[in-house]
Structures are given as structure tokens and as C-alpha cells.
């Protein structure tokens, strides 16, 4: 199943919803966070509905990987590479995953604590 009826993230990723897009290729989506957690929070939105982390398979490892390097490639453009940002992908409910479609935040643009609370 590559997408998912009901799921605001693939109608998002497959532009049945507008939204200003920051990356978008074949694969996957890059668009601002709805509520924004530092003064860049973006996320990274694979176009296949995979509900988490748990659920990524052997045909996806290229796909993740290139969600990471996109992710990367939007803390360059945002000018934060230098001060640096935090990848996040939160995964069932004590991590508080609240999308049931993988996605990867890209946190930046102020000095960030460890550990999160
Ligand atoms: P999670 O808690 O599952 O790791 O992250 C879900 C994220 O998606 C949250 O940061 C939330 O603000 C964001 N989000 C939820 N719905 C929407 C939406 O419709 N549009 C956008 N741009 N972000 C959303
Ligand atoms: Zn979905």
C-alpha cells in the first residue's frame, strides 16, 4: 500500500493538499511544521505511507537515507549547517509520535538541551 486513505501525511506528500514545499522529488516531501518547536522545525515526509520507524523494510534503506540527506541539505540552505540542528524521528507513544506516517524533523536555529524531556 503506498498510500493511505484518511492520512493527512500522504495527502500532503502526494499534493492533495497545498502547502509551500521546501524539497520534493520522487519520494518525498520537505515542509515546514505545522507548530514549529525552534525557529526552524521542518519535516521530512516519505510519499509511501510507512506508519513508523518499526515498520521501514530492506526496499526502504535507500529511501531513509536519502530522507536524512534532504534534511541535511535544508539545514545548508537555511544557513544552520554552522550552528547545527537536530535530526528527530519519534517512534510510538513514549517518544510522543503523534502521525502514523514516518517522518523526520529537522530542528534548528537556537541551542537545543540533552537529554529531551
Ligand atoms: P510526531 O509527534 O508524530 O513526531 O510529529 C508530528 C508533527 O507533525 C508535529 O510536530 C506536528 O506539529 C506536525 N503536524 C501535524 N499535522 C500537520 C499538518 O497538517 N501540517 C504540518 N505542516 N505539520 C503537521
Ligand atoms: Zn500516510
Redesign the pocket.
Known sequence: MRQKMSC??CM?ANGE?E?KKLYEDKDMIV???????API?I?VIPKKHIENLLLVEPADVELLGRMLIAASNVAKELSIDKTGYRI???TNRD???????L?V?MLGGRPMKWPPG
Open positions: 493527512t501525511f500532503i493538499i502547502i515542509i515546514n511544521d505545522i507548530n514549529p518547536q522545525h519535516l528527530v524521528i519519534n517518544a510522543g509520535q503523534t502521525v502514523g506516517h517522518h524533523h
